[in-house]
């Protein structure tokens, strides 16, 4: 029992703090979801290295020794226990200062814990007290893993303050301590004398099969290593693809890494369900054929349900092909004596997933192919044992098919531009899609270019027939931000967090006016350059920095700001650090006396009018809010406009009042109040439309 509550309670710190350490990371990195990606590939690697120390020490030292030492190493980790606040490293290229900062932060302690699923297990299988499955014990880490995931969105996100959140935290782990302890006394006294020297040792005494267990084979480790590779792809790829074209919040973000728990979980604790499983094979090509054809050619009708519909589907298909591909692993799985060897080769499978996604497709798709790419050898896989019993010509022309949708899909994904996207891009933080629409409805020849992150469009430009520029999207003259502008058109220095096409540069209308923009991704700035002319038509003079947008307002020593516009969103994501009452006592302290903040507040998933009342009444300054949904009826330019909530906050009540008599309201449900080490984004969810 005991060999299950340490494990039990080891997953469950391992898994509470990778949300926990992915959040206090989050202001510094943009707010979206590539932090907790990376966050992720850390993770993987470091119990890649916990799971090589656990397969060096069963091999090098005696079941005594290795307890000494992990008592000792166990010690060590006391002093060195994760830490709050974090201080990213600086001019170090992405994604390393993530991962130099998770490091620093929960390094050590993290790689130990780490160490305790395999070593353990070894232990009880050299021990003759207790001669029971040692493979069941995975399903008690997992189980603690899955419960130290829900736990933090669910409990300690909610009622706890960052700082408190490690608190906890690090007394969770003085406890396992305490139960390591009185382990290590009952394994001592269940292992033989010769267990107890210095040197190697193997109980043979145990199993006469032991000493019958050949080497295992490159060709088996290589096999292992592909099914565990394979769930670390989809599992990258599946978060990817629900925080960029579904929706993003933390939520979603964990959802996919719950769901591969659970499915190790499953497999481990019902290894009987495995010959089942593999016998429905039609099923599973069925549902990776219908996933494909869905993601492929009817993805966007797909994704207009509400968010919830998408991301319980493709999260069952990510599930149902992790069970095949874990099962498969379990049923695989060698003799108890060789379960440090087969640990390692699965985490490593885990690790090479992680580095391909984290490291290796940005530099190499222009777009997010890794779903896709799961999907497509997941089916080839589960194809690939029954096909040898099929027809021949059967055969052929299935593979032909699939091989054909491997080559459309691919040429679809990465190279198609089509009559109306011009360029596809991705960087470190996300990918770009480009379009231009052309329209010949006289007396206007218009085109429209926006660019799109996931879902959402991003800005862009219309070019009427005299050239002229006007803000389209969330900035259109009906907009909350055009309305400030048009009534209060009188300012000098105009801050932007957040770049996008460069929209809002079309508002700078004299040559004596500044406007400082903010933006975090070099690849953002690269394109409003090349492929919109909004920077180019700006009267006012521009000056970029990138760097995240509330990061460098911190730093900033230059003269206040007349206007200062929140505008760094991706997607839906919310970059809640930018919303903090830490981070508007930053913006007011570089905001004229009368001047104007504004932010954009337009979420399909998530009402942030709360955030703004608490904000307001926190710091005595006066708050309204503005929705504009379009008209199609009364558009004069036919092209992109789309529904622009703002909320505008001033020191200057007097100017809200004003606002508040044209139209502009102060409805809110209720006040949050956000802070750096305390937020969270549930009471917010707005209501599902079904």
């Known amino acids: 029992m005991i060999f299950h509550i340490i494990l039990f309670l080891s997953g469950f710190l391992l898994f509470s703090i990778q949300p926990m350490a992915g959040k206090a990371l989050l202001p510094f990195f943009g707010g979206g979801a590539v932090v907790w990606m990376t966050a992720l590939f850390f993770f993987q690697f470091s119990l890649l290295i916990g799971y090589a120390i656990t397969l060096y020490g069963s091999k090098k030292f005696s079941p005594r020794s290795t307890l000494f030492i992990w008592l000792g190493f166990f010690l060590l980790t006391l002093f060195i226990l994760p830490s709050y606040p974090v201080h990213p490293p600086k001019n170090v290229p992405m994604p390393f200062p993530i991962l130099l900062s998770l490091l620093a932060m929960v390094g050590l ?46 409990f300690l996100e909610i009622f706890f303050p960052l700082g408190k959140e490690f608190g906890i935290w690090k007394i969770l782990y003085g406890l396992l301590c305490a139960l390591f302890l009185a382990m290590a006394f009952f394994l001592v006294k269940g292992l033989p004398k010769e267990a107890l020297s210095l040197a190697p040792y193997r109980n043979d005494d145990l199993s006469q099969e032991v000493k019958k267990v050949s080497k295992i084979p490159l060709s088996q480790k290589l096999y292992w290593l592909y099914l565990a590779f394979l769930p ?59 996933t494909i054809l869905i993601y492929t050619f009817n993805k966007g009708v797909f994704l207009r349900a509400n968010w919830i519909i998408p991301a319980l589907y493709f999260s069952f298909v990510f599930f149902w092909i992790c069970l095949y591909f874990h099962g498969t692993l379990e049923s695989e799985k060698p003799h108890p004596s060789r379960l440090p060897t087969f640990y390692f080769i699965l985490c490593l499978g885990g690790a090479l997933g992680g580095a391909f996604v984290t490291l290796i497709a940005p530099n190499i798709f222009p777009s997010f192919f890794e779903f896709i790419l799961f999907l497509i050898l997941a089916l080839v896989t589960i194809i690939f044992p029954s096909a040898k019993k099929w027809n021949q010509i059967i055969r052929i022309i299935h593979h032909s098919l699939v091989l054909s949708l491997f080559i459309i899909i691919s040429y679809t994904e990465l190279f198609s531009y089509g009559t109306s996207l011009i360029h596809r891009g991705r960087s470190y933080y996300n990918s770009y899609l480009i379009y231009q629409i052309l329209e010949r409805k006289p007396p206007f020849l218009q085109a429209s270019r ?34 400030v502008f048009q009534k209060y058109p009188k300012w000098d220095r105009m801050a932007v967090l957040g770049l996008g096409s460069g929209v809002l540069a079309l508002y700078g209308k004299k040559e004596k006016q500044q406007i400082h923009f903010f933006e975090i991704d070099p690849y953002v700035v690269f394109l409003a350059q090349k492929f919109f002319h909004n920077l180019e038509a700006c009267k006012a003079s521009i000056r970029i920095t990138l760097g995240d947008g509330r990061i460098k307002m911190e730093k900033y020593s230059g003269p206040p700001f007349d206007r200062i516009i929140l505008d760094a969103f991706t997607g839906d994501a919310v970059p809640s650090h930018l919303l903090t009452i830490n981070a508007f006592r930053a913006y007011l302290s570089h905001l004229s006396k009368d001047g104007i903040v504004l932010a954009n507040i337009s979420n399909r998933y998530i009402d942030l009018k709360p955030v703004i009342k608490g904000l307001a009444e926190t710091l005595n300054i006066g708050y309204a809010f503005h929705l504009y949904r379009p008209n199609k009826k009364k558009k004069k330019f036919k092209g992109i406009y789309t529904s622009a909530a703002w909320a505008v906050l001033s020191p200057n009540k007097k100017l809200i009042q004003e606002l508040l008599k044209e139209g502009w309201d102060q409805r809110s449900s209720k006040s949050v109040i956000w802070r750096d080490d305390h937020y969270y984004l549930w009471p917010l969810l707005k209501k599902l439309d079904w």
Do not use: C
């Open 450 to 483: 926006v660019i799109i992150q996931g879902t959402t469009i991003h800005g862009g430009e219309y070019l009427t027939k005299k050239g002229e520029y006007i803000p389209l999207s969330y900035y259109t003259q009906e907009s909350g931000i055009a309305k």
């Open 109 to 154: 302690p993290y790689i130990f814990l780490s160490t305790l699923n395999p070593m353990i297990q070894f232990w009880q299988s050299q021990n003759s007290r207790f001669q029971t499955n040692p493979y069941i014990l995975f399903g008690s880490s997992n189980l603690g893993s899955l419960a130290g995931l829900l736990a933090y969105p669910f």
């Open 232 to 290: 670390s792809l989809g599992l990258m790829g599946t978060t990817h693809f629900l925080s960029q074209d579904i929706a993003s919040f933390p939520f979603l973000w964990i959802l996919p890494l719950i769901v591969y728990l659970l499915s190790f979980i499953v497999v481990f604790y019902f290894p009987q369900l495995q010959k089942t499983f593999k016998k429905i094979w039609p099923v599973h090509t069925a549902i990776l054929w219908i």
